[in-house]
């Protein structure tokens, strides 16, 4: 009982961390966007929240929170080093547009490279969608039967796509990815 009731904690914990995660990504932008909106004359006063994003994430403009292509758009630098753990070929922007918020994309990212798991493959667990979406152009990727056909955790990905990764290691080496990526968005990278 002891054990279920910790593995319920872990999991809350992990979930709450991972909405923490997009709310970083976007609190470098938003700043920015209402310093911006201030200086172009905006009657609104400096700070005023127009919309809620995912996630409970406060966004300053009416459109909402800023998709993770769009994220990567304007962190040039990160999106470097992003394209360099990923396969040469990868579309970064296709990628990114795919996964629900900037945070999973980019832990995704670091897994498999962390773990030397095909990202396609990876990607498709997490997002649901076909692994030819994120497959370099031109290639194909094998990726196990199953894959892409509902979303997945992160360490439930890992799992299915290296059986040989016991479930708690499979969850540290999504912690570690996500603790990556924090740093990467909060640019102490």
Do not use: Y
Request: proline fraction near 5%; glycine fraction near 8%.
């Amino acid at each position: 009982m002891k054990k279920r009731l910790m593995t319920i904690l872990a999991v809350a914990a992990t979930a709450l961390w991972l909405g923490a995660i997009p709310a970083a990504a976007q609190g470098q932008s938003q700043d920015h966007a209402q310093s911006h909106s201030a200086a172009a004359g905006s009657h609104e006063p400096m700070g005023m929240d127009h919309a809620m994003g995912a996630g409970g994430m406060k966004n300053s403009t009416a459109r909402g929170p800023k998709t993770p292509d769009e994220l990567l758009a304007q962190n040039t630098q990160l999106s470097s080093k992003l394209q360099s753990l990923l396969p040469a070929g990868t579309d970064l922007q296709t990628a990114a547009a795919s996964f629900r918020n900037f945070g999973q994309f980019v832990a995704a990212v670091h897994v498999s490279h962390n773990l030397n798991i095909p990202f396609a493959c990876l990607a498709s667990d997490v997002t649901g969608t076909p692994s030819s979406n994120f497959a370099p152009s031109g290639t194909t990727v094998n990726c196990p039967a199953g894959t892409g056909t509902k979303k997945m955790s992160l360490g439930s990905s890992i799992q299915a796509l290296d059986p040989s990764t016991d479930k708690s290691q499979a969850k540290q080496d999504a912690k570690t990815a996500m603790k990556q990526a924090k740093n990467d968005i909060n640019n102490k990278s």
